[in-house]
């Protein structure tokens, strides 16, 4: 007889983050929680953005096989882009080794397909009506004030206001987390806050300062987030209890328009006002997609590119590594090629050497990461290089949180294992195609009981 299991996933919070509130007494309840298991950092997929990463989480693969590489994604054979949502997955969900199950707020979940249990989509969820299964829960679930996401607002005008709102949608998360688990016979929880990651995008600088104004109010932000878990914890009974972030998180000083430098650099022929990637022009030799996958205007991808021959390809590809990674900012904001300043990229990674399986087709061909402090947009109707934002806080790859009741284990962790961590702790197999292996270490025998009961 298989346990159970609960993840409880805490969007955008570095593992580091998690230990530091810990100790410092912000998360009594986590801290307590810690001894118990090794945190661990996490690593997640290139690139580290939610979407990637939940479905990473979801099938315990990588990209090249589960086939989501961003928010936005290229049709195949055009430049027309769409959203990826759950039937576009080409992985199976690990909830289908398992039977009864309770998945609420896992980005990546939309439309909430049929399952043998019960299941709230995450963002992006755009129609409630379709954000859950059964469909009858979506009344239920709206008449109690439950929200997919946080209405952002203008978070720089009015930060205690978003604050607030915030505030009133964890509470309602929790409020659903409590009826939905009491309402299913489950043996795996997937339970996931997606407010620590509002919060960091846009307030990540009063997070780490204690002399701003917001500083304390995001600390009682914090102290909520923590009774969130101590009520998952206690729900999860003697069954396996892990925490997981999908990636981390740092400072975002500099906002970098990458398509806004191919265009200045030559290699992109569209305007600063087209309506969509649909208007670039034959003159192009590369263009990018959030958050810095850059595309070679290839013949044999799309039905405006540039016959390429494999020497002329890899020059190319070449050129754009070296040149992207000689980019200055200077103090004043200006961008230089080899001049003083900070770096805009840390490295530039090649999507042939960085994904594998069935759907590499689809495959960025380079993948720029920021340097500190950075943050690469690949919007297309930017015309400055860099530009003012609200957000002060991006995504980091390899300082995500794991963290496994028991688990004694040593060393990183990557995303594509923690599902088949999860069906092991359970007493399952992996799914066939998993790519991920079970990274638990010196773990007490399985319970084998209803423990959550």
Not at 199 to 223: C, N
Not at 265 to 274: E, F, I, T, V
Request: proline share 8%.
């Amino acid at each position: 007889m298989s346990g159970t299991a609960m993840v409880v996933g805490l969007d955008g919070v570095p593992h580091w983050l998690l230990r530091k509130l810990a100790d410092d007494g912000v998360l009594p309840e986590t801290a307590a929680l810690l001894p118990q298991g090794t945190l661990r950092p996490l690593s997640a997929p290139v690139p580290d953005i939610s979407s990637t990463s939940w479905a990473s989480f979801l099938t315990g693969t990588d990209p090249g096989t589960h086939g989501v590489y961003g928010f936005i994604d290229l049709v195949p054979g055009e430049y027309r882009t769409y959203f990826p949502q759950f039937p576009d997955l080409r992985a199976e969900p690990l909830w289908h080794a398992v039977d009864r199950s309770v998945v609420v707020n896992v980005p990546g979940t939309y439309p909430a397909p049929p399952m043998d249990g019960l299941l709230v989509s995450g963002f992006v969820a755009p129609d409630f009506g379709r954000a859950v299964y059964p469909p009858e829960w979506g009344d239920r679930l709206r008449s109690r004030g439950y929200e997919l996401d946080v209405e952002v607002g203008d978070v720089a005008a009015d930060p205690f206001g978003f604050l607030d709102r915030v505030d009133a949608v964890l509470s309602a998360r929790r409020a659903a987390f409590r009826e939905l688990l009491g309402a299913v016979d489950w043996r795996l929880a997937v339970c996931v806050i997606t407010e620590t990651d509002r919060v960091h995008h846009f307030l990540w600088r009063d997070l780490m300062d204690p002399a701003s104004p917001l500083h304390q109010r995001i600390l009682e932000f914090y102290t909520r987030v923590d009774a969130a878990v101590a009520e998952l914890a206690e729900r999860a009974g003697d069954g396996a209890l892990m925490i997981v972030s999908d990636h981390g998180f740092g400072p975002a000083g500099t906002q970098f328009y990458l398509n806004s430098w191919l265009r200045e650099a030559g290699y992109l022929a569209l305007p600063a006002d087209a309506a969509s990637l649909e208007d670039l022009d034959a003159g192009t030799a590369a263009f990018a997609l959030d958050p810095g996958r850059l595309y070679l205007n290839d013949a044999s991808r799309y039905p405006r590119g540039r016959s390429l021959s494999a020497g002329e390809r890899r020059n190319l590809l070449d050129e754009l590594t070296a040149r992207v990674l000689a980019l200055r900012v200077g103090e004043d904001g200006t961008v230089t090629e080899g001049g003083p300043g900070l770096p805009v990229a840390e490295e530039v990674l090649d999507g042939v050497e960085l994904y594998s399986g069935p759907c590499v087709a689809a495959a960025p061909d380079l993948v720029v990461m920021p340097a500190a402090d950075v943050q690469i947009r690949g919007a297309w109707n930017q015309p400055g290089l860099t530009a003012a934002s609200p957000l002060t806080g991006t995504h980091t790859r390899t300082d995500a949180t794991f963290w496994c009741r028991g688990d004694q284990g040593e060393g990183g962790v990557h995303m594509r294992d923690v599902a088949p961590t999860v069906l092991a702790s359970m007493g399952l197999d992996p799914l066939p195609g998993m790519e991920g292996t079970d990274v638990r270490g010196r773990i007490p025998a399985l319970d084998g009981g209803r423990s959550h009961d």
